[in-house]
């Protein structure tokens, strides 16, 4: 069965850390791009990470660029989503999806024909 779980959310003071994880089944990790998006109610969906294995390539959107930080140890089918100094505007749920490889911009803009699969969300709130 392919399926993405994502767990590793809560509630974190700004400037705190937490360690989002999607660890993926029923399939090759190596052979997709693997994205983190995060949404806030009435906000528009945004990516905030995207790793292509393939292509040795990471993404990140300057509003987290030298906060989050993406990894994947060798041989696990898990990535995870390091999250330093969060800010409050860093509050949403936050989902993996799994789309093709080399992070091609119509998956990093979470469009329906290039997201293959999404999990179910874990939410980070991120407040005083």
């Known amino acids: 069965q392919v399926q993405l779980a994502e767990s590793g959310g809560g509630l974190v003071q700004p400037g705190g850390s937490l360690r989002l994880s999607c660890a993926a089944s029923g399939f090759i990790l190596d052979d997709y791009s693997i994205g983190w998006f995060r949404q806030a109610p009435g906000k528009e969906r945004e990516a905030v990470s995207c790793?292509?294995?393939?292509?040795?390539?990471?993404y990140y959107p300057e509003s987290v660029k030298g906060r989050f930080t993406l990894s994947r140890a060798d041989g696990e089918n898990t990535v995870y989503l390091q999250m330093n100094n969060l800010k409050p505007e860093d509050t949403g749920d936050y989902y993996c999806?799994?789309?093709?490889?080399?992070?091609?911009?119509?998956?990093?803009?979470?469009?329906?024909?290039?997201?293959?699969?999404w999990g179910q969300g874990t939410l980070v709130t991120v407040s005083s």
């Open positions: 999806a799994r789309g093709p490889d080399g992070c091609v911009a119509g998956f990093v803009l979470g469009e329906s024909q290039y997201v293959e699969v």
């Open positions: 790793f292509s294995p393939s292509h040795a390539y990471t």
